[in-house]
């Protein structure tokens, strides 16, 4: 009987060194693997965006913007997208309940031309405008800072994930790229630029100034002019129009030329708030103004009237 007991602990001190060798090799092998996956071999992964890391999921109920037009989540708008060309199909896939739906309805649409080389700039799109919309969602990608982010599945999708160790995990390095701008502060002028359809140098645009009104006096005319299609306001260095109020965030609201829809006014999400003619802007939204319009950042005692110059 002890004879048995000593060889059985011998087939199982064998079988744990086997499954161990053969863990090492797997981990081996899944490193190598890393660096097309955007993956460091030193730092840990997280290998599910589920549980703890569903709101990282592009099925997360998440509303998104994109080209004015709001979506339930990032899959409903980029599924939509895919139906471009068909208008009918896209609403349907935009309003549809779930984003499982959303999927599935995409996946009968005729792609428009080019997709396959802008599909992923578009995704980014989207993910930073999920991102910068809500603060806790943002918080909780930062959270995963010195991870690696792997979108593995089941389903065989080997292009934006991983299955069965294999893949080019295209969301995950979409996800960790999008982190990084946000670590470094450079996240509001990606987002403005891939959010909205900026005029290019060789557009035609209006001149814009901003009259600053305190007391019912004008007491200051800021001149924007035409040289760039973003301006900036707020405390930040960087900022075109800088403001001393101590309700103004540091990268407060900004100005935006539009292609289609003009000059648009946007908050950053800022603290205090934008009014434009006594109504509160919503935030990470671009709304038109008009020349004449009444801005007043935060709760500065100042207001900036809006003189549009149309460019001959």
């Not at 998440?62 to 989540?73: E, I």
């Not at 934006?160 to 390095?173: E, R």
């Not at 005029?199 to 040289?227: E, F, M, N």
């Amino acid at each position: 009987m002890a004879s048995l007991s000593r060889a059985q602990k011998r087939a199982d001190e064998r079988e744990h060194l086997e499954r161990a060798i053969h863990v090492e090799a797997e981990m081996l092998a899944l490193r190598r693997k890393a660096v097309a996956w955007g993956a460091r071999e030193d730092q840990e992964s997280i290998t599910s965006l589920s549980g703890r890391w569903e709101a990282l999921s592009n099925w997360f109920p998440a509303p998104v913007v994109y080209r004015g037009v709001r979506y339930p989540s990032v899959e409903h708008a980029y599924q939509a997208l895919k139906a471009s060309d068909d208008t009918t199909a896209a609403e349907a896939i935009r309003t549809t309940p779930t984003a499982a739906e959303a999927h599935a309805l995409g996946q009968k649409v005729k792609l428009p031309a080019g997709w396959e080389r802008t599909k992923i700039g578009l995704m980014e799109s989207l993910l930073r405008d999920k991102f910068r919309r809500d603060t806790a969602l943002r918080e909780r990608l930062l959270r995963t800072e010195g991870m690696n982010l792997i979108a593995t599945n089941d389903w065989n999708e080997t292009f934006w994930g991983v299955c069965g160790g294999k893949g080019s995990n295209t969301l995950g390095k979409a996800l960790m790229k999008l982190r990084d701008e946000i670590s470094t502060g450079s996240d509001i002028d990606a987002w403005l630029a891939s959010s909205f359809e900026l005029v290019s140098p060789s557009d035609p645009c209006d001149s814009l100034d901003l009259q600053v009104h305190k007391s019912g006096a004008v007491v200051d005319t800021i001149r924007l002019g035409t040289a760039q299609p973003i301006f900036l306001v707020g405390k930040h260095s960087t900022c075109h129009v800088q403001l001393e109020h101590p309700s103004i965030s540091r990268r407060h609201a900004a100005f935006v030329r539009d292609k289609s829809r003009g000059v648009l006014l946007v908050d950053l999400a800022s603290k205090a708030g934008t009014t434009l003619n006594g109504r509160r802007v919503p935030p990470s939204m671009g709304v038109t103004v008009e020349n004449d319009a009444k801005i007043v950042f935060g709760g500065s005692s100042r207001t900036h009237v809006v003189q549009v110059r149309t460019c001959q």
